[in-house]
Structures are given as C-alpha cells and as structure tokens.
T-cell receptor, first 111, second 113 residues
Framework: GENVEQHPSTLSVQEGDSAVIKCTYSDSASNYFPWYKQELGKRPQLIIDIRSNVGEKKDQRIAVTLNKTAKHFSLHITETQPEDSAVYFC??????????FGTGTRLKVLA | NAGVTQTPKFQVLKTGQSMTLQCAQD?????MYWYRQDPGMGLRLIYY???????DKGEVPNGYNVSRLNKREFSLRLESAAPSQTSVYFC????????????FGEGSRLTVL
C-alpha cells in the first residue's frame, strides 16, 4: 500500500525567511497531493493541494511542487510569519478514497 | 452549517470497556473517514466509507468497528478498549472522496487506563 514519508519532523525559521517541507510517496498511482495545517489544539485544515497533471501550484505565500518521476512533493512557505507556526501534514491519494498522511512537520517561526 | 461534529470531545475508559464515537456531517458529503492521531505518527486511517452503505478498512483497523448509519452519520466503536488505543480521534468527510478536500471534526481525545 501507499507510504508517505515527511521531512523534517521539526523546522525552526526566522520570521521573514522561507520554509520548505518535503514528502515522498511510494505508490506511483497516487494522483492527488494535499497539504494540511494543524494549529495547536485544532483540527487539520487544507491549505493547498496539487494533482498529478500539474508540476507547481501557488497561492500567495505558499506553493507546492511535484516531481512525479522522483515521487516527491514539497511545500514552500515564503516570508514566514508567526501565524504560520503549526504542524503541517502532507498526504497522498491514489484515487481509492484512501488519503495516507505523512508524520507531520512542526514549524516554528521565530520572531 | 456546523460542518463535522464529533462526540464526545473527551473520554476516559478503563481497559476492556467499550464505547462509540459519534460523527455527523451536515454538508451532504458522500465519503466519511476515521483517523487517529498519535505524537510523531501523523494521521493514520482507521476506516472509511466511500458512500452510504459501504465501509472499508484503512491502515490500522484492528480493535475497531464502524457503522455508516446513513449519509450523515459514521460511528466508530471500540469493543474492548486497550491502552494502545489512547489517542486523539478525528472524523472527516469529503464531497468527492477521490481527490477532494477533507473536512475534519474537532477531534475526540480518548484515554484508556
């Protein structure tokens, strides 16, 4: 079955710097790759997603890139702000209704 | 709209006790999911229901049962709770299922002593 690995597990950046979180997946049939943000004590919420027919997608300060050949995808956050501090989860789905999540990255933005 | 509602939010059980986590969504979504969240292990899929009347196992189904009561409701039952089932449980729903956004409930924190 699908396996998703996520790195790093923790990431600290200075406010205003960029943050990059990377995920790799095992199932070459995976075709949908969402990213979820979970603030402390709250529910995960979708922040951006990408499908396998697209290489990159941007939404203001966040972007996701996908390399199907290497089976990895990354989340990029530019000009980080304190409110970006949270746990970020990547996920992969091969169209079987199963969404398999990575183990999460705790991002700390230092003021 | 309330979105996805889970009850209870907190529960403490003794080993061997049973309980049911309730989940309901008011968004007319077709697919529903149960995940558990443990430190350092992310969100792991327990069971899912692609549509009313169907349920399937996820990554970690052992020790759990589910019921898709109708389109709105999807319950998770622990028949004989074990300390290893101490976790935060999230219910989620999706309109499309395949390649659609998951909407999560607020979570239910379960402690098994």
């Amino acid at each position: 079955g699908e396996n998703v690995e996520q790195h790093p597990s923790t990431l600290s950046v200075q406010e205003g710097d960029s943050a990059v979180i990377k995920c790799t997946y095992s199932d070459s049939a995976s075709n949908y790759f969402p990213w979820y943000k979970q603030e402390l004590g709250k529910r995960p919420q979708l922040i951006i997603d990408i499908r396998s027919n697209v290489g990159e997608k941007k939404d203001q300060r966040i972007a996701v890139t996908l390399n199907k050949t290497a089976k990895h995808f990354s989340l990029h956050i530019t000009e980080t702000q304190p409110e970006d501090s949270a746990v970020y989860f990547c996920a992969a789905s091969s169209g079987t209704y199963k969404y398999i999540f990575g183990t999460g990255t705790r991002l700390k933005v230092l003021a | 709209n309330a979105g996805v509602t889970q009850t209870p939010k907190f529960q403490v059980l003794k080993t061997g006790q049973s309980m049911t986590l309730q989940c309901a969504q008011d968004m007319n979504h077709n697919s529903m999911y149960w995940y558990r969240q443990d430190p350092g292990m992310g969100l792991r899929l327990i069971y899912y229901s692609a549509s009313e009347g169907t349920t399937d196992k996820g990554e970690v189904p052992n020790g759990y049962n589910v019921s898709r009561l109708n389109k709105r409701e999807f319950s998770l039952r622990l028949e004989s709770a074990a300390p290893s089932q101490t976790s935060v449980y999230f219910c989620a729903s999706s309109l499309e299922g395949v390649g659609g956004e998951l909407f999560f409930g607020e979570g239910s924190r379960l402690t098994v002593l």
